[in-house]
């Protein structure tokens, strides 16, 4: 063979690697994934009161009830207690006690607890409000399922003037605060507690409506109302037993359990 054609393929030959190589590197260069770094910012947070535990209505707030949880600094709303706005809150609210149910993890509140004091039921009452007790029974307090917290009407049922007995829901929708004066919720959940006493949660013209109705009645019972109904009003009350159509004041005689006269009160004249 002549060297000229020996060199013409020696080059082909070295062209041919060379391009097999160049193929090579172009093909694994595509399989290879660019690494992305991925970086993450994380959300500034805030120290947040918050509940160790459930605590049930009448329970008094603690070093071990309540601690500082780190919190969204976004999730935080108004109410919530800071530690950058309140950093003495763990002491400043030691033995204050709880108004309404607050559940583990919860935030704390300042309109879900009270001022800490010895006066536990006190403590419990919004301002304006008044605890009236009345009598009870398992069968005229929704057979002993009746507990604090829960909301109810009073209907009262008395004899009318033709000796039927009639009835009426005299209070709707009150808050109890109290069974036989025990505020603490039984944690177990297994039991109803029965008592013989239930203390309502009043504004002043329902405490003198259930003061009258109780002398009026025959029986008076409580009425257990669902939980889907605690943003229904709560001030509705038999107003006729308090005032004249004229909303004045007035003086009532009740015999044997019927009003005999309805009169304004007046002073005497010399």
């Given at each position: 063979m002549?060297?000229?054609?020996?060199?013409?393929?020696?080059?082909?030959?070295?062209?041919?690697?060379?391009?097999?190589?160049?193929?090579?590197?172009?093909?694994?260069?595509?399989?290879?994934?660019?690494?992305?770094?991925?970086?993450?910012?994380?959300?500034?947070?805030?120290?947040?009161?918050?509940?160790?535990?459930?605590?049930?209505?009448?329970?008094?707030?603690?070093?071990?009830?309540?601690?500082?949880?780190?919190?969204?600094?976004?999730?935080?709303?108004?109410?919530?207690?800071?530690?950058?706005?309140?950093?003495?809150?763990?002491?400043d609210?030691?033995?204050?006690?709880?108004?309404?149910?607050?559940?583990?993890?919860?935030?704390?509140?300042?309109?879900?607890?009270?001022?800490?004091n010895?006066?536990?039921l006190?403590?419990?009452?919004?301002?304006?409000?008044?605890?009236?007790?009345?009598?009870?029974?398992?069968?005229?307090?929704?057979?002993?399922?009746?507990?604090?917290?829960?909301?109810?009407?009073?209907?009262?049922?008395?004899?009318?003037?033709?000796?039927?007995?009639?009835?009426?829901?005299?209070?709707?929708?009150?808050?109890?605060?109290?069974?036989?004066?025990?505020?603490?919720?039984?944690?177990?959940?297994?039991?109803?507690?029965?008592?013989?006493?239930a203390?309502?949660?009043?504004?002043?013209?329902?405490?003198?409506?259930?003061?009258?109705?109780?002398?009026?009645?025959?029986?008076?019972?409580?009425?257990?109302?669902?939980?889907?109904?605690?943003?229904?009003?709560?001030?509705?009350?038999a107003?006729?037993l308090?005032?004249?159509?004229?909303?004045?004041?007035?003086?009532?005689?009740?015999k044997?359990?019927?009003?005999?006269?309805?009169?304004?009160?007046?002073?005497?004249?010399?």
């Open positions: 002549k060297p000229a054609r020996l060199m013409i393929l020696a080059v082909a030959v070295v062209a041919a690697g060379l391009a097999g190589l160049l193929a090579m590197h172009l093909a694994g260069s595509r399989n290879v994934v660019p690494q992305i770094e991925a970086v993450v910012e994380k959300e500034a947070t805030v120290n947040v009161l918050v509940a160790e535990a459930n605590l049930p209505v009448g329970a008094r707030l603690n070093e071990k009830s309540i601690h500082w949880m780190a919190w969204p600094q976004g999730g935080v709303v108004k109410g919530f207690i800071t530690e950058t706005e309140r950093p003495d809150a763990l002491k609210l030691s033995g204050a006690v709880v108004r309404l149910p607050i559940f583990e993890g919860e935030p704390i509140r300042d309109e879900k607890v009270a001022d800490s010895s006066h536990i006190s403590s419990l009452l919004p301002s304006g409000k008044r605890a009236v007790a009345t009598e009870i029974s398992v069968a005229t307090g929704a057979g002993g399922f009746i507990l604090p917290n829960d909301r109810v009407d009073v209907i009262m049922v008395r004899k009318g003037d033709t000796q039927k007995f009639v009835t009426e829901t005299v209070l709707s929708n009150v808050r109890v605060l109290a069974i036989d004066q025990q505020v603490e919720e039984k944690q177990d959940g297994t039991k109803a507690v029965v008592g013989t006493t203390t309502l949660e009043l504004t002043p013209d329902q405490s003198k409506v259930l003061a009258v109705a109780q002398q009026l009645a025959d029986r008076l019972t409580l009425a257990l109302r669902s939980v889907a109904d605690a943003q229904q009003p709560d001030t509705v009350a107003d006729y308090l005032t004249g159509d004229n909303g004045a004041a007035v003086v009532q005689v009740i044997s359990g019927s009003i005999v006269t309805n009169g304004t009160a007046a002073a005497k004249t010399p």
